[in-house]
């Protein structure tokens, strides 16, 4: 294979892996951003509650205990009204899917590399 023939399939390949890893990486940072957004969400919705429920357990007159109790259900009741736990696991598994993808693209640009140079 000449060299110019080369360079250009060199070329055509590196363009293409580019666009596609570019892409890629671009929707893998935003779902990974979303699922740490999320996560500490859930954190901050679980201490509220666990913080709540160690308040109410520690002696609260009974007005204090009230309010705290509906405090824990609110924050409880968001977590469930915005499904964040449920689209926390689903966003978690496609930022490490992206990750796959992107693990596998990089594997198939290394092949497409090899055959081109061994042609």
């Given at each position: ?113 090899k055959k081109a140079l061994l042609?």
């Amino acid at each position: 294979m000449s060299s110019d023939k080369l360079s250009h399939e060199f070329e055509a390949l590196q363009r293409m892996y580019g666009e596609q890893y570019g892409g890629a990486d671009r929707e893998r940072r935003a779902v990974a951003a979303e699922a740490v957004f999320r996560r500490l969400v859930a954190y901050g919705f679980k201490l509220a509650a666990v913080l709540g429920g160690i308040a109410v357990a520690s002696g609260l007159n009974e007005q204090q205990a009230h309010r705290v109790g509906i405090g824990i259900t609110v924050v409880v009741g968001l977590d469930l009204v915005f499904s964040n736990h449920k689209r926390l696991l689903v966003t978690a598994k496609a930022a490490h899917a992206y990750r796959w993808s992107l693990s596998r693209l990089a594997i198939d640009y290394n092949l497409g590399l090899k055959k081109a140079l061994l042609t």
